[in-house]
């Protein structure tokens, strides 16, 4: 018997739904977040999202669970490359996932100074957060709140910009996983160093070898956490240069070891991966590909 089934208690819910076809390179799924009770996890690196809490509580911290707070109920998160603890006595949350490029379009501000933070939406998408978040509880279903952020989103106007072609280019080879070095990287974009890495922390919150490295990350969480009854020597990047290294950078991202993280009860975060492999083909948000 589960420990759910012997306590009665419902597990918490993640549901993604893509947005609207025009909107894909911009943002790469909706996700709603039903937590019928207490419960804690910790977040992965991800590209910046905006959340809405319509009902409930939510708290995140630093990943020792220390100075946990409640973020704004309309909130920007900027792209991260560390983990949050969060925790919530219960609730119901409803987020938008953007891409660097929906960043760049939507947001617009300059992302490395929004970089690991949480932020008020305020009129970034066109109208306040908060009367946003007051259209999303007045609505139905999820549905109903989904076709409310596809029109909120599809009338905003992308904002101009001369990064936008370098900025879905770094991205690509980004998600390629080829390149792990910043010249390489540079050589193979065609881009002097300096305009890479303007461009990297304007759209994508970091510098190109806080990237790579987040990348890299990434890719093997997503492999690990798929085939934990393998050797993780097995599954780690071919551009680790050992095991060794690989925990090294866990630790730096997770605020723990992978063994102590993995034998984590991970209750939503797990739900997640299955429910965003599952709509959109990668289990971690930093790992999406534009459908």
């Known amino acids: 018997m589960t420990d759910q089934a012997a306590t009665g208690r419902k597990a918490p819910e993640v549901r993604f739904y893509l947005p609207a076809v025009p909107l894909r390179p911009l943002v790469t799924s909706y996700y709603v977040v039903d937590a019928p009770g207490p419960l804690v996890d910790f977040t992965h690196p991800e590209w910046g999202n905006i959340r809405f809490c319509l009902f409930g509580d939510m708290r995140f911290g630093d990943a020792d669970g220390q100075n946990m707070t409640p973020p704004p109920d309309a909130m920007i998160f900027g792209p991260s490359d560390r983990t949050r603890r ?62 409310i ?26 998600l390629s996983g080829v390149v792990d070095d910043v010249a390489d990287l540079a050589e193979a974009l065609g881009m002097e160093q300096r305009t890479l890495h303007r461009v990297c922390r304007s759209v994508f919150g970091f510098s190109p070898v806080r990237l790579l490295r987040r990348q890299r990350f990434l890719r093997t969480l997503a492999r690990v956490r798929d085939a934990l009854d393998q050797p993780l020597g097995q599954l780690i990047d071919p551009h680790y240069y050992d ?49």
């Open 86 to 147: 969060f925790d919530s006595n219960g609730g119901l949350t409803i987020g938008v996932g953007l891409t660097p490029l929906g960043w760049l379009s939507l947001i617009g501000s300059d992302a490395s100074k929004a970089a690991n933070a949480i932020l008020p939406l305020s009129a970034e998408l066109g109208e306040p957060g908060p009367a946003i978040r007051d259209r999303l509880i007045a609505a139905a279903d999820d549905a109903a709140r989904v076709a």
């Open 149 to 174: 952020l596809d029109a909120i989103l599809t009338a905003r106007v992308p904002r101009p910009s001369h990064y936008h072609d370098a900025a879905v280019r770094v991205q690509e080879a980004l």
């Open 243 to 291: 095991q060794a290294h690989f925990n090294r950078d866990f630790k730096a991202y997770m605020g723990m070891t992978p063994l102590a993280y993995f034998k984590s009860p991970r209750e939503l975060m797990r739900r997640a991966a299955e429910g965003r492999r599952a709509l959109l083909g990668a289990p971690v948000q930093g790992l999406h590909v534009s459908r």
